[in-house]
């Protein structure tokens, strides 16, 4: 295994020590590290900084001196789906990753030490969908003052339904669920504390059967347009073209290799 906002509540926006069960940080796996880097440097800005040797070959991704997120390199001759895992903040990793099997969850990495910085696991839901759980050693960097461009800002699990997977999560973090309020869209948002910090959308057989059960990262950016425009020139594509929504503008991608996560412009 590898590693829509309530867009205006960015994961950004998180205090300095994040509550278990928030979203704080994300990973992508890759066959082409040295190709992987320059697309993300140039969409995003992001420089990069060796990772934990522990991993394997892997690089921090960094924004203005920010870790944003991380890049590691799959195994060759290992034809594994390449993709964004969203990370989910813990207080005991080892214990969480008991309670994901608890629930019918699995855990396939870890739980392990990370050189020092963390503890981490990954694992998947019990509809498949792959995440990872987060325990820090040093606190966290300090909240920014809005969803800065090139920065993660909310995690949405397309699923098959809502119920079943919102309890999943609820178990494991004490999430409160929030319908969507629309009766004909089965999406719920996961609150901690009052704040909107994931989303769970339910989407049936409208799920893509290539793809199954997985979280979305929606990644900040200062024009949702120009951005895909940028991506389409260095290789990646477009899977749902740029569209106004509640939450700002939002258009779903892919990077060179297949990556898919979504570009979002924030409601103000």
């Known amino acids: 295994m590898t590693e829509a906002p309530e867009p205006g509540v960015p994961n950004g926006r998180a205090p300095a020590r994040h509550r278990p069960g928030t979203p704080c940080r994300v990973s992508l796996m890759v066959h082409g590290m040295a190709a992987a880097q320059a697309f993300y440097a140039e969409l995003f800005g992001w420089e990069f900084q060796p990772g934990p040797s522990r991993l394997g070959p892997c690089v921090r991704a960094l924004l203005n001196g920010r870790e944003v997120g991380g890049i590691g390199q799959l195994p060759p001759g290992r034809h594994l789906p390449v993709a964004w895992t969203p990370y989910l903040a813990s207080d005991d990793v080892d214990l969480t990753a008991e309670t994901v099997r608890l629930c019918g969850g699995t855990i396939g990495v870890g739980p392990l030490e990370t ?93 893509p059967r290539d793809r199954g059960p997985h979280w979305t990262t929606h990644f900040e950016v200062a024009d949702t347009d120009e951005a895909a425009e940028r991506l389409v020139a260095l290789g990646g594509r477009v899977l749902t073209p740029a569209r106004d929504t509640a939450h700002g503008r939002v258009a779903t991608v892919t990077d060179p290799e ?3 996560f979504a570009l979002i412009r924030s409601a103000r």
């Open 115 to 207: 050189g020092g910085t963390g503890r981490l696991a990954i694992g998947s839901d019990p509809s498949g969908a792959v995440f990872g759980l987060w325990q820090a050693r040093a606190r966290p960097d300090a909240a920014t003052a809005g969803p800065l461009p090139g920065t993660p800002v909310w995690q949405e699990l397309l699923t098959y339904e809502t119920t079943g997977a919102a309890t999943f999560y609820a178990r494991l973090f004490g999430y409160e669920r929030k319908p969507d309020g629309s009766a004909d869209v089965d999406r719920v948002t996961l609150h901690l504390d009052g704040r909107p910090v994931a989303g769970v959308h339910g989407l049936g057989r409208a799920l």
């Open 258 to 260: 297949g990556a898919r």
